[in-house]
């Protein structure tokens, strides 16, 4: 599982965003089982160490493609693969000052969405929601260089009205909301 390449400061933002779902909001009525996500409010999950920096994205379905459930015509298929493609392609999605010289090393997407056999649930599970789980890894020449991170996200997927980012830096961590409005995040 891709969790398991991750720097160890990522691991503790998984551990942070538990702890600030158990202290958040009760859950809505459809998040009996599975976590359920808000249309519109993707997650952001970032670790800076160094040279390093590591990004796990959380984007809701309907964000990404406009729909949670599998695939069925042609249309929809093309969408979820261009969808893929854009999510996967981390250095236009996310874009680090030139100065620090920043690489995208590797990047992956995970979806139940891209999954066949996300069609034995349909039906049987109505409510369930799908969201797409990429992860990044870019290395940075000079990371004392890294002031800020711009995304396309909101570009890229129109539907998409806010990104809840929770970060590990130097400095410490720290939660900041990023819109199509405020699409900078400062270091
Ligand atoms: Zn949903």
């Known amino acids: 599982m891709s969790v398991h390449r991750c720097l160890p400061a990522l691991s503790r933002i998984a551990a942070i965003s538990f702890v600030v779902l158990a202290i958040g909001p009760a859950p809505d009525a459809f ?3 599975r976590k359920a996500h808000r249309h519109g409010a993707g997650t952001l999950n970032l670790a800076i160490e160094g040279r ?7 984007a809701p379905g309907a964000d990404v493609v406009g729909f949670e459930h599998a ?21 236009t999605l996310f874009v680090f000052p030139e100065a620090a010289g920043c690489r995208l ?22 409510d369930a929601h799908a969201e797409f789980h990429a992860h990044y890894h870019f290395r940075c020449d000079r990371p004392g260089q890294l002031t800020h991170l711009d995304t396309t996200y909101f570009e890229t997927f129109p539907a998409a009205q806010a990104l809840t980012v929770r970060m590990i830096t130097a400095g410490g961590q720290s939660a900041r909301q990023l819109t199509p409005k405020t699409a900078r995040l400062k270091f």
């Open 52 to 58: 390093n920096v590591e990004a796990e994205l959380e």
């Open 71 to 91: 695939a069925a015509s042609d249309a929809e298929k093309q969408a979820v693969a261009k969808a893929a493609d854009q999510l996967r392609a981390g250095a």
């Open 105 to 126: 090393i590797e990047s992956e997407v995970e979806s139940p969405l891209l999954d066949e056999k996300h069609h034995d649930h349909k039906g049987s599970d109505t």
């Open 31 to 33: 998040g009996s089982e």
